[in-house]
C-alpha cells in the first residue's frame, strides 16, 4: 500500500509539474507573438490635427533632454556690484534644475566695464562669476560642474564710456561646454 502511494504521488506530481511547464511555454509563446506585433508596428500621435507615425527610435527623441533647457546666456550687474537680482535669480532657477539633472558643465564668464584698473576688473569679473556659481550650487548643483573664469574688462561687448554701453559689460556669461 505504502508503494501504491508513493507512485500515485510521484504522477500526480509529474502531472502537476507538466501542466505548469505547458503553460508556461504557452504564456512565453503568447508574450512572444505580442511582443514581435508591438515591436513591428507604428505609433500614432495625434498633434495640430495631423497624424504623425513615431517609430521607436523616434520616441527615444521625444524623451525630455534636461540638458537641453541649458542655453548660453548673459546675467547683467550694476555699476561695482555682484550681487544677483530678481530677474537673474529666476533665471538662474530654470538653469539649477537643469543641471541637477544632467551630467552637463558650464563655465561662468565674469566681465566688468572699462572703470577701474585691470587688476580691480578681474577681481570684480571673478566675484561675479563666483556669485552665480554660489546661487547655483544653493539651489543644488554641484560644484564639480561649474567652472569659474573672470576676463574683467578685457572683453567687452561694446566700446564706449557712456552708460548705456557700459552697462552691457557688467556681466557673467554662461556657457555650456560639455557633458560628464
Not at 500614432?44 to 497624424?51: K, P
Not at 527610435?57 to 537680482?85: C, G, H, L, R, W
Not at 578681474?122 to 548643483?141: D, F
Not at 548705456?164 to 561646454?177: A, C, D, S, Y
Amino acid at each position: 500500500m505504502f508503494i501504491k502511494i508513493k507512485i500515485a504521488s510521484i504522477l500526480i506530481i509529474s502531472l502537476f509539474i507538466v501542466s505548469c511547464g505547458s503553460t508556461d511555454s504557452q504564456v512565453d509563446s503568447s508574450y512572444k507573438n505580442e511582443n514581435s506585433q508591438t515591436e513591428s508596428s507604428t505609433v500614432t500621435a495625434s498633434g495640430s490635427g495631423e497624424d504623425a507615425a513615431l517609430s521607436g527610435s523616434d520616441m527615444d527623441k521625444s524623451i525630455p533632454n534636461p540638458a537641453e533647457d541649458i542655453t548660453d546666456d548673459v546675467y547683467y550687474f550694476e555699476y561695482d556690484q555682484s550681487s544677483i537680482n530678481a530677474d537673474t535669480s529666476d533665471a538662474l532657477d530654470v538653469v539649477a534644475t537643469a543641471l541637477k539633472n544632467t551630467t552637463a558643465t558650464v563655465r561662468l564668464e565674469g566681465h566688468a566695464d572699462e572703470r577701474g584698473t585691470r587688476e580691480y576688473n578681474m577681481a570684480l569679473g571673478e566675484r561675479r562669476a563666483n556669485s552665480v556659481k554660489r546661487y547655483l550650487t544653493a539651489q543644488g548643483v554641484m560644484a564639480s560642474q561649474i567652472e569659474v573664469i573672470s576676463y574683467g574688462e578685457e572683453n567687452p561687448v561694446t566700446q564706449g564710456s557712456e552708460e548705456n554701453l557700459m552697462v552691457k559689460n557688467r556681466r557673467v556669461e554662461l556657457k555650456t561646454t560639455a557633458s560628464l
